[in-house]
Nanobody
Framework: QVQLVESGGGLVQAGGSLRLSCAAD????????MGWFRQAPGKEREFVGS????????YYADSVKGRFTISRDNARNAVYLQMNNLKPEDTAVYYC?????????????????WGQGTQVTVSS
């Protein structure tokens, strides 16, 4: 079992940056691949990116590639989402999620554990 808590969301102007954090409670955190998803009002939950259990490999949605970076610190049981050059269309609630196994999964249904989400709002 892994409990996840996101933080770091807020209001930022277009072109700005935010760094989201996801803290995990669980001694087996380092054995899980981690993903970030987002959900805008009236839309489906959307894959943002993911990172392998070791942190050595990442996988991103085309919409954020080159602007967002995922990293993790297994010693701190944490995963991060650095978001640069933010756009109004990035506005959403952002969730971190965990799954055993590989990280090349972009479907929310393939992740077992979820945080409560943190709101990111990008103004134009």
């Amino acid at each position: 079992q892994v409990q996840l808590v996101e933080s770091g969301g807020g209001l930022v102007q277009a072109g700005g940056s935010l760094r989201l954090s996801c803290a995990a409670d669980g001694r087996t955190f380092s054995s899980y691949a981690m993903g970030w998803f987002r959900q805008a009002p009236g839309k489906e939950r959307e894959f943002v990116g993911s990172i392998s259990w070791s942190g050595g490999s990442t996988y991103y949605a085309d919409s954020v590639k080159g602007r967002f970076t995922i990293s993790r610190d297994n010693a701190r049981n944490a995963v991060y989402l650095q978001m640069n050059n933010l756009k109004p269309e990035d506005t959403a609630v952002y969730y971190c999620a965990a799954r055993p196994g590989d990280h090349y999964r972009d479907s929310a249904a393939q992740y077992n554990y979820w945080g409560q989400g943190t709101q990111v709002t990008v103004s134009s």
